[in-house]
């Protein structure tokens, strides 16, 4: 696994989550809102943050027992808005999967995580592995969507921008590709949850400050004995923001390289 965007959480309380009454639905230093939870900007920072940390001792753990880490690989490729995406994608995706009553099994753990990301005892690990427990149960639970050309082309634009298939397909290349017996169910599923989430966002009056301006599906998709990780956008542009006042703009952070894959770990 990449340690790029997953994301998920301990609880709710562990979130550090403000009430609206506290805080209003146009408070600055809101990152989100969904339905009457409140998501501060300073707990995205700090699991960014945190996650940072840990990604850059095992860097430095990997070169002190000898191995040679690529440039492209020495930090970690996580922005503010992947924890954004991961933080509201939960919050939905625990709502939908109450309301469906579908069971969530319990199949892998924050230390799996944190040692596949190369994050290792951060709040990062913990909310990536409750969401990829949540994820495979949504796509098993929720109804799979009949793909058109426009879902094809969603998905394919987003396994390019991953860097996951290579650039320049056309349709007829995207169905033929999304037609395989081992592709083709993952990207239905994948595609009938965003429609869900669309759904939910609306039924949630799901509210994103302007500096975050977008929500994705942190994905996964395993071909050839291998699992690779997407965003699928399910909200894009400015539809989603609202009257939440537009802070100062975050300094460029030299963490939010872009790495495909982290250094070995023990």
Do not use: H
């Not at 790029?4 to 550090?16: D, E, T």
């Not at 939905?92 to 009553?101: E, F």
């Not at 639970?141 to 058109?148: H, I, M, S, V």
């Not at 290349?173 to 395989?180: H, I, V």
Request: aromatic fraction near 4%; glycine fraction near 6%; charge should be negative.
């Amino acid at each position: 696994m990449r340690a790029r965007r997953l994301i998920a959480a301990a609880s709710v309380a562990a979130l550090a989550v403000l009430s609206l009454a506290a805080c209003g639905r146009s408070a600055p230093g809101a990152a989100a809102y969904v339905g009457d939870t409140s998501y501060s900007i300073d707990r995205v920072n700090a699991i960014r943050e945190e996650a940072a940390k840990a990604y850059a001792g095992v860097v430095k753990a990997a070169e002190e027992q000898g191995q040679t880490v690529p440039a492209e690989l020495r930090e970690i490729d996580l922005d503010g808005q992947d924890v954004v995406n991961l933080l509201v994608v939960l919050d939905l995706g625990k709502r939908i999967a109450a309301g469906k009553k579908l069971d969530v099994p319990d199949q892998i753990s924050a230390a799996q995580m944190g040692r596949a990301l190369n994050v290792p005892d951060t709040e990062y690990a913990r909310l990536a592995a409750e969401w990829y427990d949540l994820f495979g149960a949504l796509g098993k639970g929720l109804p799979k969507a009949e793909l058109t050309d426009a879902d094809r082309a969603a998905v394919y634009n987003a396994l390019v921008k991953a860097n996951l298939v290579p650039a320049g397909w056309t349709a007829d290349d995207q169905r033929e590709a999304f037609a395989d017996p081992v592709l083709g169910p993952q990207v239905s599923a994948v595609a009938g949850l965003s429609e869900t989430l669309k759904a939910e966002v609306d039924r949630q009056d799901v509210r994103i400050n302007p500096r975050y301006p977008s929500l994705a599906v942190p994905a996964l998709i395993q071909a050839q004995q291998q699992i690779r990780l997407y965003d699928l956008p399910y909200v894009e542009g400015a539809d989603q923001v609202t009257d939440i006042s537009t802070p100062e703009p975050e300094l460029t952070d030299p963490t939010e390289a872009s790495p495909s894959t982290g250094p070995a770990t023990t």
